[in-house]
Nanobody, 123 residues
Framework: QVLLVESGGGLVQAGGSLRLSCAGS????????MAWFRQAPGKEREFVAA????????SYTDSVKGRFTISRDNAKKTLYLQMSSLKPEDTAVYYC????????????????WGQGTQVTVSS
């Protein structure tokens, strides 16, 4: 069983920064790829970034490249998303996910999901 709990969301002005965390539990979490997805009101949940089990590989959706950084600390079983130069269009509920998915962007390939944390960027 893998449980994921996100934290770190909040309200920030455009141009600001936030760091999201996702605390994981379960024996297998260290061997799984992890990812961040987000869902804005009225929109589909979309891929944001992914990282391999070792942290040696990462991928990002184009709209966040150069602004967001995904990382993980396997000793702490924690996933991070450092978000900088935030824009109003980054407003969404952010979800972390884990699975044997490599760097895939497809939601269905991730077996475990957190409950989400709200990020609101004001203009």
């Amino acid at each position: 069983q893998v449980l994921l709990v996100e934290s770190g969301g909040g309200l920030v002005q455009a141009g600001g920064s936030l760091r999201l965390s996702c605390a994981g539990s379960g024996r297998t979490i260290r061997s799984l790829s992890m990812a961040w997805f987000r869902q804005a009101p009225g929109k589909e949940r979309e891929f944001v970034a992914a990282i391999t089990w070792s942290g040696g590989g990462t991928s990002y959706t184009d709209s966040v490249k150069g602004r967001f950084t995904i990382s993980r600390d396997n000793a702490k079983k924690t996933l991070y998303l450092q978000m900088s130069s935030l824009k109003p269009e980054d407003t969404a509920v952010y979800y972390c996910a884990a699975g044997d998915a490599g760097l895939e962007t497809v939601r269905a390939l991730y077996d475990y999901w957190g409950q989400g944390t709200q990020v609101t960027v004001s203009s």
